[in-house]
């Protein structure tokens, strides 16, 4: 498969637990991004990777979020004392970036949907 | 933020029709453009990219810029019952350093058997 994987497809957690998703991109892809979608919205850009640094963080990504990309390979992202405004899905992208301002399109994963009991 | 518009619809068709699907940015600086679609319950999947203006074909799928206008348009031409989705339009802004893809709210269709 050489799409972009994410895990767990569907998570369920009570408020105030941690939660901690998986995004392995496409391997050829040297970015990497992860977007939240509420029902009815777009996908809301959360934050980005270049290879193995974290260029971007949203407005929306508060202190209880933290993404990690070791080794510019797969990508987590972890959410802390989650809260049920957190509810939503999650969505890892990939894509690459040869020539600086040329983007042919990202390239998401299947998403983690979240709901926060 | 930069800000991509859509009619939220829903649009619907009668099968076999042309679908119509607009979209408006506000960034002069961007780039290229983007068309999603997206089932219920699924991520978006990429349809179509253009980067300059007038049209670009790909089957029965056409996309329209208009960069003067600030305008992006996708045109579904013999729309199927299996076209109906919701359909994300997506512009890419080059800015060194940061994110560049930012995204509508989606259109939602629904094609009439």
């Known amino acids: 498969d050489t799409g972009v994987s994410q895990d767990p497809r569907h998570k369920i957690t009570k408020r105030g637990q941690n939660v901690t998703f998986r995004c392995d991109p496409i391997?050829?892809?040297?970015?990497l991004y992860w977007y939240r979608q509420t029902l009815g919205q777009g996908p809301e850009f959360l934050t980005y990777?270049?290879?193995?640094?974290?260029?971007?963080k949203s407005r929306l990504l508060s202190d209880r979020f933290s993404a990690e990309r070791p080794k510019g390979s797969f990508s987590t992202l972890e959410i802390q004392r989650t809260e049920q405004g957190d509810s939503a899905m999650y969505l890892c992208?990939?894509?690459?970036?040869?020539?600086?301002?040329?983007?042919?399109?990202?390239?998401f994963g299947s998403g983690t949907r979240l709901t926060v009991v | 933020q930069k800000e991509v518009e859509q009619n939220s619809g829903p649009l619907s068709v009668p099968e076999g029709a042309i679908a119509s699907l607009n979209c408006t940015y506000s960034?002069?600086?961007?780039?290229?453009f983007f068309w999603y679609r997206q089932y219920s319950g699924k991520s978006p999947e990429l349809i179509m990219f253009?980067?300059?203006?007038g049209d670009k074909e790909d089957g029965r799928f056409t996309a329209q810029l208009n960069k003067a206008s600030q305008y992006v348009s996708l045109l579904i031409r013999d729309s199927q019952p299996s076209d109906s989705a919701t359909y994300l339009c997506?512009?890419?802004?080059?800015?060194?350093?940061?994110?560049?893809?930012?995204f509508g709210t989606g259109t939602r269709l629904t094609v009439i058997p």
């Open positions: 992208a990939s894509s690459l970036e040869i020539v600086v301002g040329i983007n042919y399109g990202y390239t």
């Open positions: 391997s050829e892809h040297n970015r």
């Open positions: 990777f270049q290879n193995e640094a974290q260029l971007e």
């Open positions: 960034d002069r600086g961007s780039q290229s």
């Open positions: 253009i980067y300059s203006n």
């Open positions: 997506a512009v890419f802004v080059y800015q060194t350093g940061a994110n560049n893809l930012f």
